[in-house]
């Protein structure tokens, strides 16, 4: 069965970088895009950032656009999302999600990422 | 960038009510849109895609419809564990966007 799991949540002081993954497996992880996909506590869901396929299309989100980066291996069916110059508006639970049909279908559990001194 | 807006913000309903959630662009995204379901500290489960196509696994008491600006989530018989939080989320061009969503809870 298709599975996602974010990993590399954490505490981070503003001003500080914080690197999350999202491991694949149960389907060819080369065929899709992915996205990451953010929840504020308390508050709606944000689009953060998509990754095409073969790593070759990024698109990003305005609030997060020359501070985060997404990447990928697929050799490893892992998708990256670096993140620097961190702020306390960045303090959300992150998801990854695979794209089918053009929008996320399946998704992660979540990795919560905390942005505080 | 298109903007997404959701009606109502929040409803209370009974089961075994019809429930209908308004999502509207700013502009134009064909039929480019999914509706996804949130209960409380899960991640979002997609129920619609491409405005009207159920998600598999999905029940069938969920249907959507729509294209151009403005689209419509209908639960034809609220069940207890439809109560969730209801977001939809347009695709059409970069950067996609999330509706505000809409809570539905018990009566």
């Known amino acids: 069965q298709v599975q996602l799991v974010e990993s590399g949540g954490g505490v981070v002081q503003p001003g500080r970088s914080l690197k999350l993954s999202c491991g694949a497996s149960g389907f060819t992880f080369s065929s899709f895009a992915i996205h990451w996909v953010r929840q504020a506590p308390g508050k709606g869901l944000e689009w953060v950032t998509v990754?095409?396929?073969?790593?070759?299309?990024?698109h990003y989100a305005d609030s997060v656009k020359g501070r985060f980066t997404i990447s990928r291996d697929n050799s490893k069916n892992t998708v990256y999302l670096q993140m620097t110059s961190l702020r306390p508006e960045d303090t959300a639970m992150y998801y990854c999600?695979?794209?089918?049909?053009?929008?996320?279908?399946?998704w992660g559990q979540g990795a919560l990422v905390t942005v505080s001194s | 960038d298109i903007q997404m807006t959701q009606s109502p913000s929040s409803l209370s309903a009974s089961v075994g009510d019809r429930v209908t959630i308004t999502c509207r662009a700013s502009q134009g995204i064909r039929n480019n849109l999914g509706w996804y379901q949130q209960k409380p500290g899960t991640a979002p489960k997609r129920l619609i895609y491409?405005?009207?196509s159920l998600q598999s696994g999905v029940p069938s008491r969920f249907s959507g419809s729509g294209s151009g600006t403005e689209f419509t989530l209908t639960i034809s018989s609220l069940q207890p564990e439809d109560f969730a939080t209801y977001y939809c989320?347009?695709?059409?061009?970069?950067?996609?966007?999330f509706g505000p969503g809409t809570k539905v809870d018990i009566k």
């Open positions: 999600a695979r794209s089918t049909s053009g929008s996320p279908e399946y």
């Open positions: 491409a405005a009207s």
């Open positions: 990754i095409s396929h073969d790593g070759n299309k990024k």
């Open positions: 989320l347009h695709h059409n061009t970069y950067p996609p966007a």
